[in-house]
């Protein structure tokens, strides 16, 4: 097989690598497009390179004119729309992968390469991991090898003679990429990644559904990192709020569609106690304009280019959805009070039920109240006991409750006693209001885990959580965890259900218990030196670089003039450079005019045109060849000069160099 491979035409060989290096720029992009968009290019591709080792004619225009319809169409029904990101990136792979079958002449390749670098970065809209940045860059090797291998001249030069210079070229741009990088002003909206706004990320939704968050539990993608400046607080305290919903349909909760709580009085009306817990998120991109930051934050969170605001749940959004990896900082106070102290009119939408929903479950509430041991009693008993009803009733906590029906809260208090975090949440919430205690659902990450490595705490899908705030008078708004009555290891010592292992880690997990985990860790560990380091380079770190090399008070404005005085100096050097490369460019030449320039005060007058020899000739017949004359040594020097350039010596540099160093040695004429 390799020796068939070996034996192709240049044509076919050329073609063939460029496949390859077309399909590894395409593979990351496969989980992002649609399935017939993916099998269409892998079709595409091993249906050119069979043609290309067959030596078969490339399709007609007319097939390709039908292809590119049917795709067109194809994409249109797919993504609703030829435009967005989604809808974009299936279009440059459609129209890259049907050019390789008019690829015909040089001017068709050129398409190729620069569709492939287009395709090459798309793969940073949705992944702007090292591992991808890794993959890109052998990508970009591959393009640039194949574009050097373009044009070399005919004949069958090695490809690794082409991987050579693509890698002197990337090198050599190297330089020029690192100081853009430093110092190109980012300003957004020029600076960021492309969104689609039809699509969502992983992650909390604006809206839970019985069932919803059971989906993440298994998701173990980096949700955020925190890195607390000091001593972290206590496990108890490590709640990052998200979402906040009141309204409720009987299956989803979903936040207020008015606010009209804040028109009836419900005010946040924060008050800390305490010390506050400074630390600094690093948040995956949401396509949400949520901040998820510890309760309670009572500063402004610092997010450079979003203007972060809190709404009278205690949650923070900002004026924009994150679809860029962002860092901010903030305060939090684990001791805090908030919302109104007495019941006031605002709150009946917090007791709000749909008719006709669980009707167990209202009877339950009824019971409680009914009970002689509550009798009289405020909100705070009534919250107890249903906490304890949780405790001493058989529930379970479980990734796999079964399918839910209609009247969630009465299949959980009574029919399975099983569920996740939002099952509890959501049925606790019920029960509490439908004893008219205000209650209501609050989502976002509780837990984590320090990565012994770098030392950051990492939150991720799986740490998501639902849990219930519930009104009190004289204390505003509580927040109660009914999954920790259920499940006290949750929340009190992070214990998770464990989600299926693969195939790796169980073998992994056999041979060292620790050692998945410690590869894991350190993984991250360098990927978050990679986020931090390299993706939130922002514009106050370029304006701190300013700063360190002498600006007072620099702007985006200075980072343009010191970007553009590098780029004139970079270009006056490189000028420099091919000056002094084109003098370099024949040293035997340079050695031949320095010769005819020491002769010519002795009357021997020549041309660019005369030789070596020639000029012996003339020295000859000036001074003689009478051994030991200087005449003599300036012929014999001439004709080794002139034997050096065209005897295939002409290669040997160290002759040269000898022929030069016994040039300030002859005695030329004066």
Known sequence: MLNRLTALPRDARDTLFLLLVIAWVLLPQVGNLPLWCSALAGAVLLWRGWLAVQARPLPGRWWLLALLAVTIAATLATHKTLLGRDAGVTLLVVLLTLKTLELRARRDAFVVFFLGFFCMLSNFFYSQSLLTAFSMLLGLLGLLTVLVNAHLPVGRPPLSQAARTAGWMALLGAPIMLVLFLLFPRLAPLWGIPSDAMTGRSGLSASMEVGTITSLALDESVAMRIRFEGEPPPQRDLYFRGPVMSSFD???????????????????????????????????????????????????PQLPGYSPTMRNDLQWMVNRPIVDLVRYKAQSYPVFKHGPQQRVPGLQEFVDLPAGFDPRTRALAQEIRNDPRNAGAGSERLVQAALDRLRTGGYTYTLE??????????????????????????????????????????????????????????????????????????????????????????????????????????????????????????????????????LNYTQGKQLDLLKNIGFESPSWEDLSYVLLGIVVVAALLGAGWTLWDRAQHDPWLRLLARARKRLAPAGIESTHATSPRQLALLVQQKYGLERGSPGQALHDWLVRLELQRYTGASGNRLELNQLRREFDRLAWPA
């Open 250 to 300: 009987g299956r989803e909760w979903r936040p207020p569609r008015f606010d009209t709580a804040q028109r009836f009085g419900v005010t946040a009306s924060l008050n800390v106690l305490g010390a506050p817990v400074g630390y600094e998120v690093t948040l995956a991109p949401t396509s949400r304009p949520w901040l998820f930051v510890m309760e309670a934050a009572a500063e402004v």
């Open 401 to 534: 409750p079964g399918v839910y029906g209609t009247h969630t809260a009465d299949e959980f208090w009574f029919d399975r006693k099983a569920g996740f975090c939002e099952h509890i949440a959501s049925a606790f919430v019920v029960l509490m209001r439908a004893m008219d205690i205000p209650a209501r659902i609050v989502t976002g990450y509780q837990g984590g885990e320090r990565n012994s490595v770098d030392g950051y705490w990492v939150l991720r899908q799986s740490d998501a959580h639902a849990w219930a705030e519930v009104w009190q008078a004289g204390q505003g708004w509580v927040r109660v965890d009914p999954t920790s009555a259920v499940f006290p290891g949750r929340t009190g010592a992070f214990q998770r259900l464990a989600a299926p292992q693969g195939v790796v880690a169980q073998a992994l997990g056999n041979f060292s218990p620790t050692l998945a985990a410690q590869l894991r860790a350190t993984w991250e560990a360098v990927n978050n030196g990679w986020n931090q380091w390299i």
